[in-house]
């Protein structure tokens, strides 16, 4: 059974700091792993998406990387804004039938990451 | 084009009453997921379904939970004579066949 472990449980940093979010999951038979973000009341915005076969994606501030082998990933997160203070969710989705996704998501805990001015 | 559309954003049921949750995908998606967050806990996968079929229900409570998705029409998830423990997001999401999950801004379920 699939577990996505996420660490930590809470982060509070001062603006501009550079800071690591980790997620850790038990089974690395996955297709692809996302990072979103949840603000409180709201749904889920996809930031990232890793394909099993890649290692890293990046977008604007945001890096996440991925080590299927040691079931592992990490979101990198430059210069963090206020703005960026949010809930964020690791989810891997597993391999379907014929080798392809199957949208069936494991996510974590979530981390909650408070960027104060 | 319109997202994921959820509705209502917040249902307020006594015990023992029914809620209906309802999902529209986002066009040409024929794939719908119902996710369910409960507090302090993390989104747990309830129901994969497409058009008119259910695919995977693994995740679903077996009693008073169902969920449809008609050849026309959103998509229902159903719970029948509520308990507190009911209580939670429920979020759909989206997706064409081996494509990215888009996720709704959820319904919030309360039960008194």
């Known amino acids: 059974k699939q577990e996505v472990t996420q660490i930590p449980a809470a982060l509070s940093v001062p603006e501009g700091e550079n800071l690591v979010l980790n997620c850790s999951f038990t089974?690395?038979?996955?297709?692809?792993l996302q990072w979103f973000r949840q603000d409180p009341g709201k749904g889920l915005t996809s930031l990232l998406l890793?394909?099993?076969?890649?290692r890293e994606q990046t977008s604007g501030r945001l890096n996440a990387s991925l080590d299927k082998s040691s079931g592992r990933s990490t979101l990198y997160i430059a210069a963090s804004q206020p703005g960026d203070s949010a809930t964020y969710l690791c989810?891997?989705?597993?391999?379907?039938?014929?080798?392809?996704?199957?949208?069936?998501?494991?996510f974590g805990q979530g981390t909650i990451l408070t960027v104060h001015p | 084009n319109a997202g994921v559309m959820q509705n209502p954003r917040h249902l307020v049921r006594r015990r023992g009453q029914e809620a209906r949750l309802r999902c529209s995908p986002m066009?040409?998606?024929?794939?719908v997921y119902w996710y369910r967050q409960l507090p302090e806990e993390g989104l747990k996968f309830m129901v994969y379904?497409?058009?008119?079929?259910?695919?995977?229900e693994s995740g679903m409570p077996k009693e008073r939970f169902s969920a449809e998705f008609p050849k026309e029409g959103p998509s229902i998830l159903r719970i029948q004579q509520v308990v507190r423990g009911d209580s939670a997001a429920y979020f759909c999401?989206?997706?064409?066949?081996?494509?990215?999950?888009?996720f709704g801004s959820g319904t919030q379920l309360s039960v008194l």
């Open positions: 999401a989206s997706s064409v066949q081996g494509g990215k999950l888009f």
């Open positions: 066009k040409g998606h024929s794939h």
């Open positions: 379904l497409q058009k008119e079929n259910i695919i995977d």
């Open positions: 089974d690395s038979a996955i297709y692809n």
């Open positions: 989810a891997v989705q597993v391999r379907g039938a014929g080798g392809t996704s199957y949208g069936k998501l494991t």
């Open positions: 890793i394909q099993s076969s890649q």
